[in-house]
């Protein structure tokens, strides 16, 4: 180490007097901050800053110098001349890089010269035209290039001609049709085909079936005599009838109503045993005054309407018990909205299938839902002399009106069995020697093609309307067909289907004879 470095240090200390926040250096008086006292003796700095020039002249506002430079390098005022705002120099330079006004014009608001370009680079008003805002030129372009109005043609808010373009360019509406639009209508649809929404089916008023709340109608039933049996609308016996237009009543009672003429004619001549009574409609009895005639109970009388007496007649033979009750009381009893005006009321009961004969046709029913199909299967098993019916878990009850009503009363000649499990009644039937068909529509032979000696003895299984035959049922069949029809064809209802396969096993069990 040199005597250089080996020097001792010496260590200069100062007190600093200065004011806190106060710089001592003049020089950084000018930086943003004054001395308390200015000095005039101090010397200006680069740091210092002066707001003011002390030689230079104060001008106000309106005296201030604006250099704002334009495109061609020009200022826009000129150094000492003063504009008001209206005189000032506006130079906006249009596409074509000239000026929109002259430097020495002034022009009001209405003068100025408007000058949008359209798509053509035209402008939309000559320079020197004044127009009011109807008369103005509107120019909206379409896809093809043409104007929707003409330059001369002034149109009210109703004639504007209005042209949405679907997908394909094409105008939705003609120039001179104007078509009113709905909430939900789209213009730009695929195509200008028009959309056909399918009608309403005109479904037969005999047909439609009265929705009843059934839970209402048992409490009604079972509340309690509130005034005596003699009077009122609605008296106990009536109610407990009332119990039998509803599926829980029938199952709780044991009972069913079977309606119009026919029917009851039917059941009068095939199972009178069943029939507990038949209600037919009437006029109500008055005397000469216009009184109702009441009866001993207090109750008002009727007599039976005239095209009801061979019916009547047929019942009185057969020793059955007649009620004439108005046609108001038939009609809550009746389950659609036009009634024939009579009903019957009979014992629910129905006989057993026998599976032991040597030959015979069975049907099995899965899921049927339809009242109308379930009794066209019953009168295509009487026609066919089937030997019986399984109706599976989830079918219509065979009691209800409508099913009684399709079968015209023959339901209670085909034997048949309700609320069966069809898994265990195929098991059985399998015991018994009988070959279970059923219909599939990807079935590959048609019934003439299975071996005659399967045949002696078949259980057609036939499935729901919508979803068919449950396809679990299927695999265990043992054999599955497909009734020839057009391939413009899916299916057949299920009803029609079953009267097909029954009429050609018939004629095939003959031939077997």
């Known amino acids: 180490m040199t005597e250089e470095n080996n020097s001792p240090k010496h260590v200069v200390r100062q007190t600093f007097t200065g004011k806190f926040g106060v710089s001592d250096d003049p020089a950084d008086h000018g930086f943003g901050r004054r001395p308390e006292v200015p000095d005039p003796d101090a010397k200006e700095t680069r740091s210092e800053r002066r707001a003011y020039e002390r030689s230079q002249e104060r001008k106000s506002f309106g005296d201030r110098e604006r250099k704002p430079f334009n495109r061609d390098g020009e200022r826009s005022f000129d150094r000492g001349e003063r504009r008001s705002f209206g005189d000032r120099e506006r130079k906006p330079f249009n596409r074509d890089g000239e000026r929109s006004f002259d430097r020495g014009e002034r022009r009001s608001f209405g003068d100025r010269e408007r000058k949008p370009f359209n798509r053509d680079g035209e402008r939309s008003f000559d320079r020197g035209e004044r127009r009011s805002f109807g008369d103005r030129e509107r120019k909206p372009f379409n896809r093809d290039g043409e104007r929707s109005f003409d330059r001369s043609e002034r149109r009210s808010f109703g004639d504007r001609e209005r042209r949405p373009f679907n997908r394909d360019g094409e105008r939705s509406f003609g120039k001179d049709s104007r078509r009113p639009r709905r909430f939900g209508d789209n213009p730009f649809q695929e195509d200008d085909r028009p959309i056909f929404r399918q009608k309403p089916e005109n479904k037969s008023i005999d047909d439609e079936e009265i929705v009843r ?22 008296p106990p016996w009536f109610r407990r009838l009332l119990v039998l237009t509803t599926e829980k009543g029938r199952e709780r009672e044991g009972k069913f109503i079977a309606e119009g003429v026919r029917v009851v004619e039917e059941i009068l001549a095939n199972h009178l045993d069943l029939i507990i009574g038949i209600y037919v409609a009437g006029k109500r009895k008055v005397d000469e005054n216009g009184e109702a005639i009441l009866n001993s109970l207090g109750e008002e009388t009727y007599e039976a309407l005239a095209n009801l007496q061979p019916t009547i007649e047929k019942a009185r033979t057969a020793k059955v ?58 009168r295509t098993s009487l026609g066919f002399n089937s030997s019986g019916i399984i109706i599976g878990k989830g079918s219509v009850n065979p009691f209800n009106p409508k099913v009684v009503r399709g079968s015209s009363g023959t339901f209670l000649r085909v034997p048949f069995e309700k609320d069966r499990d069809l898994i265990e009644a195929i098991n059985e039937l399998h015991s018994f020697g009988y070959t279970i068909i059923a219909t599939d529509l990807h079935g590959k032979q048609s019934l003439a093609e299975i071996e005659p000696r399967k045949l002696r003895k078949v259980a057609f299984l036939v499935g729901n309307e919508g979803a068919g035959t449950d396809q679990h049922l299927i695999d265990i069949s043992d054999e599955t067909v497909k009734i020839p029809m057009s391939s413009d064809l899916e299916s057949l209802n299920v009803s029609v289907a079953h009267g097909i396969l029954s009429y050609e096993m018939a004629k095939i069990q003959k031939d077997l004879a």
Do not use: M
Request: include cysteine; charge should be negative; hydrophobic fraction near 35%.
């Open 213 to 234: 709340d059934e839970d209402a109608v048992l409490n009604f039933a079972d509340s309690p005599d509130i005034l005596p049996e003699s009077t009122g609308s609605n």
């Open 321 to 378: 018990d007649i009620h004439v009750i108005s046609e108001e009381q038939l009609k809550r009893l009746s389950s659609t909205v036009t009634t024939q005006g009579v009903v019957a009321v009979c014992r629910s009961a129905s006989t057993k299938p026998n599976y032991e004969k040597s030959r015979s046709i069975l049907t099995l029913v899965d899921a049927v839902q339809d009242p109308g199909n379930l009794g066209a299967i019953f």
